[in-house]
């Protein structure tokens, strides 16, 4: 096994009472999809609850799961127990494609618990609004694509600030913050949740217009999440490269 992974899930996983991110996860879902049934029921000519409860769980699945990616990414819960990336990088000798590959797995194995202990929400939701399959499916798939994407940059601010973990916290957070606002701003298709919601609601999408030239929202939506991903993941490599 990669060193660096097997020392990530040593820190991360040793103790049950250190793993705050998924009983938050699990407390915030189970809360949201009581309040979304129930509070409605107080005037009964406004009932909706089931109707909507499906897209109100999906929509905070994506942006915990999205979030808590980064604050693993970003070594927020239990840091004094990692070794520092100079250890691996220069006392320990590790190249620096070894470390790469093995936080990126380590960040991986995170997404799918997350992934994992939102299903049984996201299933349930759906049953209970009688939410198209493809809906659930599609919803099921790209949480974790969405996760790794922004994910990534959480890897770049670790690498970019170790020293440093109020800065990393804060600028991981302000980049959540902008891409989600700028993104509903300039083409609601390019926000995660909007998108979801559109495909859930089987809204037809408005292509993007660029000089002419029309680019479905689907292409527009994937392309700009594979560059966002992809960027983060060379600038993590670049930065792991230059902390030699």
């Known amino acids: ?25 699990l407390i915030i879902l189970a809360l949201v999809e ?4 129930y509070l409605p029921s107080v005037n009964a000519e406004m009932w909706s609850g089931s109707a909507i409860l499906f897209k109100v769980c999906m929509s905070v699945a994506v942006l915990l799961t999205v979030y808590f990616a980064l604050r693993v990414a970003n070594r927020e819960y239990a840091p004094a127990r990692f070794k520092p990336l100079k250890h691996w990088l220069r006392d320990g000798g590790q190249p620096a494609g ?6 990126v797995a380590f960040l991986g194995v995170h997404v799918v618990c997350l992934l994992l202990l939102s299903a049984p929400f996201l299933i349930w939701a759906a049953a209970i609004a009688r939410a198209p399959l493809a809906g659930l499916a599609a919803t099921l798939a790209l ?11 959480g890897l770049v601010a670790l690498v970019l600030w170790e020293d440093r973990p109020e800065s990393r916290q804060i600028g991981i ?7 989600m606002a ?5 083409y609601p298709p390019l926000n995660p949740v909007a998108y979801l919601l559109a495909v859930v609601e089987r809204q037809e999408l408005a292509p993007l217009t660029i000089a002419g030239v029309k680019w479905s929202a689907d292409s527009v ?10 960027a983060g993941l060379t600038a993590y490599r670049w930065a792991l490269e230059r902390g030699r």
């Open 34 to 37: 009581f309040l979304t049934l």
């Open 173 to 179: 957070r302000c980049l959540l913050f902008f891409v």
């Open 143 to 153: 949480i974790p694509f969405y996760a790794l994407c922004y994910g990534a940059w």
């Open 221 to 230: 939506h994937f392309g700009f999440h594979l560059a966002l991903g992809g």
């Open 98 to 103: 070894v470390v790469a590959m093995g936080q």
């Open 182 to 186: 700028a993104t509903l701003v300039v």
């Open 1 to 25: 096994m990669n060193p660096v992974l097997r020392e990530s899930l040593e820190a991360f996983f040793g103790e049950e009472r250190d793993l705050p991110v998924y009983y938050h996860l």
